[in-house]
């Protein structure tokens, strides 16, 4: 969950088109069409008739099934019969559902129907593609009449002919060399019909929710607006694993650490079930129970738009969870917890009898067997870090996405500093590249030199280094040859690789990691195969937050006595101001507007103006001291603070 990624779009044939009223979804069997069918008259509600199967509007079709329609279908029709059953079904269908107003989605289009007929006749016949075509095209001209409208298509694509068919067949239960012969000429007759279709969806490039969006994108062109399913949620993790495992443990901890939503499994079925009136909907067969749950969560995303992230826990029947991860693919992760019995029982709250029971029930469901097919399965058997360690690699690690856009590269001679800190920068990273070589990963100048705010007299060099595990020997060797040269203070942060993506970071370093994604710094060096994640999010607001009590610590400490030098005094003292200015949704990095800003924004006649760089000069040690107690005073009384009574 790597992380959901965008499915390709639908392919639309130039021109504009009359709105219709009809349109059809063609596609090979197992190319989803009936399930795609459900899910939108579901949201669609009485806007859409759907026409499904042709036999029910054949009062002469044979009541078969299974293989003894198929041995009707290829053995005992004649061709021609077939054909003419097939389009006569269409004919009837297009007459039953289109006597009234309203949109009507068919099940297969003439196009599919078509194809039906040729794949057929060519494998019952042994007859040509220009035969089966031609016999098809006589039989359709006196069933439909040659002017016979044609809908609005939609073909939903499984690639190529021969990996179409082999799609197909592999979506069956059982299938024998009849039917793979079948579903490759198929696959070559829609193939044949592909310039007909107004749009095509490439449905094997997706998962089935992905499909279902590019369908709905694609009828708003006509004038059908559905609004896209689960287009608010960005990521679920459904949670599996037998009492005690820890899937309460692990969706408390994603909820703190990444802000997702904690939802429990049984709460979307007893939704369902009230809205549908299923007395027992564990009883429903898994794909619809499946598609049931996902309309929940849907609703529930809709009502909460401004929730990204799921947790949804307890996963114990695996064709439920299979049917889900059908649905949602990699948007979904399965997560399934494990743990050894005698730590289970430690952890239980309850006798050993009764989690014995709990047991007994999960294991009926079939929860264990989620471990066999899920996307992560975690020992949990050890300490709590473990737990963290590995839902913080699926969530920023190898799973997770990349951060959406690639940081800026700002050479080091280009950076809008002093000229003596721009050389400073450049041959600090000269030296760490040819120190490190391809372990760096890494080079970005932070600070008020990388935000273009330094003061030559002022500012240090502070620097971010990326590296791979294990180079602390070398990469200390240079930075003493360096402080040694540079003639400038050099303040370094150095993170692992896996530190990084993690984000295994204090709040500084997030803030500066946030601030090189949104473009506000660039870096000077970029492995090309390091993918950071993004730094973004709730975990970014409990970042400064965190940042902020920092801040106030560093300020208390001289005050109290500690030997702080006066600069850095200062730096504290607007850092204060600008976490707090961050956390009202405001940034600024130069001292003047932090200043400034600050004091529009939470104005106190009794607290004391925050000094400019220019102004600081002029101050001596105790004038900044004075500052600095005065903001420290301020901001305890703020904290302290009683919300005001509404009069």
Not at 121 to 128: A, C, I, N, P, Y
Not at 255 to 267: D, E, I, P, S, V
Not at 329 to 334: A, H, P, Q
Not at 353 to 373: F, Q, T, Y
């Amino acid at each position: 969950m790597n992380g959901h990624q965008p499915s390709p779009g639908p392919q639309t044939k130039a021109g504009a088109w009359p709105q219709p009223r009809v349109i059809a979804l063609d596609g090979a069997d197992n190319s989803g069409k009936t399930t795609q069918l459900r899910l939108l008259e579901r949201a669609s509600g009485d806007e859409v008739r759907i026409g499904g199967s042709l036999h029910h509007y054949l009062p002469q079709w044979p009541k078969l099934s299974g293989a003894e329609l198929a041995h009707w279908w290829f053995s005992e029709s004649r061709s021609e019969e077939l054909v003419r059953l097939l389009l006569e079904g269409h004919r009837r269908r297009l007459d039953a559902l289109t006597g009234r107003p309203g949109w009507v989605i068919l099940d297969r289009g003439p196009a599919t129907v078509e194809a039906s007929c040729v794949a057929s006749v060519m494998l019952k016949d042994d007859r040509s593609a220009r035969d089966a075509e031609a016999l098809v095209a006589e039989v359709r001209a006196e069933v439909l009449g040659e002017s016979a409208p044609e809908a609005y298509s939609v073909l939903l694509s499984l690639g190529p002919p021969a990996a179409g068919a082999a799609l197909s067949v592999g979506r069956e239960r059982v299938a024998d060399e009849r039917y793979a012969r079948y579903q490759q000429l198929l696959h070559t007759a829609l193939e044949t019909r592909r310039g007909r279709h107004d749009a095509v969806i490439e449905a094997d490039r997706a998962d089935i929710v992905g499909v279902q969006n590019q369908l709905r994108s694609q009828l708003a062109q006509v004038g059908l607006y559905v609004r896209p399913l689960l287009d608010d949620v960005r990521r679920v993790v459904g949670l599996g694993g037998l009492s005690e495992s820890g899937k309460s443990s692990a969706g408390e901890y994603l909820r703190r650490r990444f802000g997702t939503t904690r939802l429990k499994l049984g709460y979307l079925v007893e939704l369902a079930a009230a809205r549908h009136g299923l007395a027992t909907p564990y009883d429903e067969e898994p794909r619809l129970l499946a598609e049931l749950v996902l309309d929940e969560l849907d609703r529930y995303a809709r009502a909460h738009y401004y929730l990204l992230d799921y947790t949804i826990e307890s996963l114990h029947r695996p064709g439920l969870t299979r049917e889900l991860k059908r649905l949602l693919g990699d948007r979904l992760s399965v997560v399934y917890l494990d743990a050894a019995p005698p730590v289970r029982a430690r952890r239980s709250l309850v006798d050993p009898d009764a989690l014995a029971h709990n047991d007994e029930v999960k294991l009926a469901r079939g929860a264990d067997r989620i471990a066999g097919s899920c996307d992560l399965l975690i020992d949990n058997t050890g300490p709590r870090p473990d737990l963290e360690l590995a839902l913080d690699r699926l969530m920023t690690g190898s799973m997770a996405r990349p951060a959406a856009e690639s940081p800026r590269i700002t050479e080091p001679l280009e950076l809008a500093a002093p000229p003596a800190l721009r050389r400073a920068a450049a041959s600090a990273l000269t030296g760490i590249r040819n120190a490190l070589g391809e372990r760096l990963l890494l080079f970005v100048v932070a600070g008020s030199v990388g935000f273009g705010t330094a003061d030559p007299e002022l500012s240090d060099l502070d620097v971010l280094v990326g590296v791979e595990a294990g180079c602390t020997a070398d990469l200390a060797g240079e930075l003493a040859r360096l402080r040694t040269e540079l003639g400038v203070k050099l303040g370094m942060t150095v993170l692992t690789r896996h530190e990084l993506l993690l984000r295994r970071c204090d709040s500084r370093t997030f803030s500066t990691l946030h601030s090189l994604q949104r473009g506000r710094i660039g870096c000077q060096y970029l492995s090309a195969d390091l993918e950071l994640p993004e730094f973004d999010g709730p975990q970014r607001h409990q970042q400064t937050i965190q940042y902020l009590a920092r801040t106030l610590h560093e300020i208390r400490r001289p005050l109290l006595g500690v030997e702080t030098s006066r600069y850095a005094l200062y730096k504290s003292v607007l850092n204060a101001a600008k976490m707090l200015l961050r956390l009202a949704g405001a940034e600024e990095t130069e001292p003047a507007a932090i200043s400034a800003l600050f004091d529009r924004m939470f104005p106190d006649a009794d607290r004391a103006t925050i000094p400019s760089r220019s102004e600081y000069r002029e101050m001596g040690r105790d004038e900044i001291a004075a500052v600095a107690s005065s903001v420290l005073n301020w901001f305890e009384r703020y904290l302290a603070a009683a919300p005001t009574p509404l009069r």
